[in-house]
């Protein structure tokens, strides 16, 4: 039994589908807030938790063989809400789920993290000081441990979430723009992180990024191309990141790690390709495919 943890979020509700697709048994912690109607009609087995409660925990985990885990606050917290916070899921939250693992006798434990998490991004930004925490915490756990690290995703940093809206016409370009980053698609992620699940002898660190390097400022040019029209740029200055970075990390962590993550990918590129998609028999999205994609109308 594979337990999936986020099952109800983008990439995570994408795992819990090819695990069911290969025909996998397949357990969701769903919070009990929160509808778990798509993955009963996928025919999931659905265990009612939530990361701070540890109880929950112990009672998902009986009988599973494999976690993974996409669970994260990030977006919640962007989205205005009081209940949940990074140090209670990704930090606290993530620490009870090891810990319930390791007690429930789970042999493998696959944790989606990100690329860069280990060359000081965390740093800057406390989601990312979550997730290296965590992966220290499973690197004791004496579990088989995956970590998955992914780069920045296509549908997040190419999108309006992130400042580029090609329907209005405006692009936010973080630092100078000019430092390549490897955009990688959600769905690639997915089907890499389900065959990370199930594989007879999986990586131990998969760090990984789409096939194609792109800087901040060659996106923007390449949504100009696929729309036809130029788009009104603005730039983040460095010491803006850098400064609000340092002050929004208590009072605002999410936006805080948002500001850290953009600076330090605009100082350094990542040093990962899609060797790992292609290993895999994956066939990657190329960035200027997505872009080209998501202004069709
Ligand atoms: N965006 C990027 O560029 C990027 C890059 C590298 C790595 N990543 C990582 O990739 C993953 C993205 O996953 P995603 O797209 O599926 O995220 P998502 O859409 O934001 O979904 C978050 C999931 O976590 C669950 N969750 C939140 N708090 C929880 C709690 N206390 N207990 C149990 N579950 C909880 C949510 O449940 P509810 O629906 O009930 O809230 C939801 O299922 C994250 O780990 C992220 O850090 C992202």
Known sequence: MILVCGATGDLGGRIVQHLVDADHAVRALVRPETSADALEDLGVEIARGDLRDEASLAAALVGVDTVVTTANAISRVLAGAKDVSIASVDLT???????????????????????????????????????????????????????????????????????????????????????????????????????????????RIVEVGGPEQLTRNEVVAAFEAATGRRMTVRHVPRVVLAVASRLLGRPKPALASLMGMALHTDLHPGEWDDAPLRDAGIDPTPASAYIAGSVRV
């Open 93 to 203: 939250g993530n620490r009870n789920l090891v810990a319930a693992a390791r007690e429930a006798g789970v042999h493998r434990f696959v944790f989606v993290s990100a690329a860069g998490v280990d060359r000081g991004m965390a740093d800057r930004a406390p989601l990312v000081a979550a997730k290296r925490a965590t992966e220290r915490l499973l690197r004791d756990s004496g579990m088989e441990v995956v970590l998955a690290r992914p780069d920045m995703f296509q549908e997040v940093w190419l999108a309006p979430a992130s400042g580029i809206d090609p329907a209005k016409g405006t692009a936010l370009v973080y630092g100078k723009g000019n430092t390549p980053q490897r955009y990688v698609a959600v769905e690639d992620v997915a089907r890499l992180v389900a065959k990370l699940a199930v594989a007879d002898d999986p990586p």
